[in-house]
């Protein structure tokens, strides 16, 4: 293993110093008109500058490899400082990592030039896929070293805090926690990356993926005494007796957090949190009957409902928690789509994204979301309930703030659109700095956030690259599991949506904005103008 230096990295963020203010400002450059002819370029930008986030102390630590929640940025320049960093990160961040670090590895070009952005720059595949094996490499070591010193979390990650001088530790209010979801998408993300090392066919990379492949191999072992309840019931958060103590110490116990404070401690979600149920069904050891019980439990939460607005026909599509775009990060990562059935849900969902929005004149689109900052550059606040209530579980709703990310899924199923979305909130004032996307800025253009974070830049450079569905298929195949899969999705969404073929909805168009982010005066960064 070549470890990444910070002599290295240190250069290349003097020669990233050089390129701001290049064309950092570059969605100003382009017209709807000129991306829905021909996106390419306009693609090509986003990856570069996004890309400009993938550097140490900004979005990940290149000594350990890990990943940082995020960084705040000057509210006047928009430059990055050390003391604005997230010290933080969640298996969620790292799932979104693994995934464009798959991409990398698969030769994909517009991902050679996501982390080449701040290292020179190009597209040279052999240079970008040799910077990931580092990053993977010394992500490995990690990893392992955080089993090694608690292994009480069966291998899953906390929320865990880091810096340079500091080996990765639950972060104080994860200390003896562990959550399902975030590290159900964090599985996916690495089985991905496997099949990706796996067929790049050289010693280096088959070697990194059987140490990634052993990673997974032992959490399936774990998954079950971590946090099955039984009854088909996965807990959502588990407390565990001691983290520094092995999973199967005689002393070791795990309990649903909140089992009896009257509330609803269990995954019992058809968005993200499938993820993990997933991986349980399929390698943690369950009997037929648990299998079947997993499967049960989630569906009282799998509902059909019709989107409606004047002028436009009704929608049939799946009934969010918020409508947040962020719900649907399992089907980035699962071959969802391959059934007729799902691909047109998908499309339906993507469609009245875009069309719910642009009846209400809406610049952007919903999504959970870090809200704007304050006048001394703080986050107000994070807003997760933020989507389409009509067609939510949860019908009150903060929706006063838009994100980029919210076109994640767009994105696959239409990317034009997506990338049209992307570009309308992208040209509004203080959008764009540096490390590319801003967080979020509010609809009438009255405040921004000056921060930067996996959450609401690199869902969206993963949706652009298609998802990792077509790499993880490939995997799910060589290990027997992709029929099976394709039967139940197809057997569980059509107990719901079989009857309603065909879809409403599924004729109807895509909307493109009509209206823009208000100029309040607000000045751009003066670093990225």
Same mark, same amino acid.
């Given at each position: 293993m070549t470890p990444i230096t910070l002599p290295i990295i240190l250069t290349s963020l003097l020669l990233s110093q050089v390129a701001f203010g290049q064309r950092c400002r570059f969605a100003n450059q382009y017209t709807q008109t000129d991306i829905l002819k021909d996106p390419s370029a306009f693609e090509a930008d986003v990856f570069q500058w996004e890309g400009m986030f993938h550097q140490h102390n900004v979005s990940y630590n290149a000594v350990n490899g890990m990943t940082f929640d995020g960084t705040l940025l000057n509210p006047t320049t928009g430059i990055h400082d050390v003391n604005g960093i997230h010290g933080f990160s969640a298996a969620s961040k790292e799932s979104l990592h693994f995934m464009v670090l798959t991409h990398v590895i698969a030769g994909n070009q517009n991902a050679a030039r996501w982390i080449l952005a701040a290292h020179g720059g190009g597209t040279d595949v052999e240079k970008a896929r040799s910077l990931a094996l580092d990053i993977l490499n010394t992500k490995w070591a990690s990893y392992s070293k955080f089993n090694e010193t608690y292994p009480g979390f069966g291998g899953f990650l906390p929320w865990f805090a880091h810096t340079e001088f500091q080996e990765l530790s639950p972060t104080w209010d994860w200390v003896n926690r562990v959550p399902a979801l975030d590290n159900g998408e964090n599985i996916w993300a690495i089985y991905g990356l496997i099949e990706a090392l796996q067929t790049v066919k050289r010693p280096q990379y088959t070697a990194l993926a059987a140490k990634w492949q052993g990673y997974l191999s032992y959490l399936a072992t774990t998954a079950g005494k971590v946090f099955y309840?039984?009854?088909?019931? !996965?807990?959502?958060?588990?407390? +565990?007796?001691?983290?520094?103590?092995?999973?199967?110490?005689? $002393?070791q116990t795990y309990q649903c957090e909140g089992l009896n404070s009257g509330g609803n401690p269990f995954i019992n979600d058809p968005y993200e949190g499938q993820q993990f149920m997933w991986f349980l069904y399929f390698f943690g050891g369950l009997n037929a009957t648990e299998k079947a019980a997993l499967?049960?439990?989630?569906? &009282?939460? %799998?509902?059909?409902?019709?989107?409606?607005?004047?002028?436009f026909p009704n929608v049939i599509v799946q009934k969010g928690f918020w409508f947040s775009s962020h719900e649907n990060w399992g089907w980035t990562q699962l071959p969802y789509t391959d059934v007729p059935l799902m691909k047109n849900l998908y499309s339906n969902m993507e469609k009245?994204?875009?069309?719910?929005?642009?009846? #209400?004149?809406? &610049? =952007? /689109?919903?999504?959970?979301?870090?809200?704007?900052?304050?006048?001394?550059?703080?986050? +107000?606040?994070? !807003?997760? *309930?933020?989507? +389409?209530?009509?067609?939510? *579980?949860?019908? +009150?709703?903060? %929706?006063?703030? !838009?994100? &980029?990310?919210?076109?994640?899924? #767009? /994105?696959?199923? *239409?990317?034009?659109?997506?990338?049209?979305?992307?570009?309308?909130?992208?040209?509004?004032?203080?959008?764009? *700095? &540096?490390? =590319?996307?801003?967080?979020? $800025?509010?609809?009438?253009?009255?405040? $921004?956030?000056?921060?930067?974070?996996?959450?609401?830049?690199?869902?969206?450079?993963?949706?652009?690259l298609g998802g990792i569905s077509p790499i993880v298929k490939s995997k799910m195949i060589r290990d027997g599991i992709y029929a099976p899969f394709v039967a139940l999705v197809q057997r569980e969404w059509g107990m719901v949506f079989g009857s309603l073929l065909p879809l409403k909805g599924s004729d109807m168009a895509y909307c493109l904005p009509v209206a823009g982010v208000a100029d309040t005066g607000l000045v751009d960064f003066t670093e990225c103008r």
């Open positions: 309840h039984g009854s088909g019931r !996965i807990c959502a958060v588990v407390d +565990i007796a001691d983290q520094s103590k092995t999973v199967d110490d005689p $002393t499967l049960e439990f989630k569906r &009282p939460q %799998l509902v059909a409902v019709d989107w409606s607005r004047p002028g009245v994204r875009t069309c719910d929005s642009a009846f #209400t004149k809406n &610049p =952007g /689109m919903f999504a959970s979301v870090n809200n704007s900052t304050d006048s001394s550059g703080q986050i +107000i606040g994070y !807003i997760s *309930n933020a989507g +389409i209530p009509q067609i939510a *579980n949860q019908t +009150i709703q903060e %929706l006063d703030v !838009i994100t &980029p990310y919210s076109t994640m899924n #767009t /994105m696959i199923t *239409n990317k034009r659109i997506g990338l049209a979305w992307w570009h309308n909130m992208a040209i509004a004032k203080r959008m764009q *700095n &540096p490390y =590319g996307s801003s967080e979020s $800025t509010r609809k009438d253009g009255s405040a $921004t956030s000056a921060f930067v974070s996996w959450d609401s830049k690199i869902t969206t450079l993963n949706g652009l």
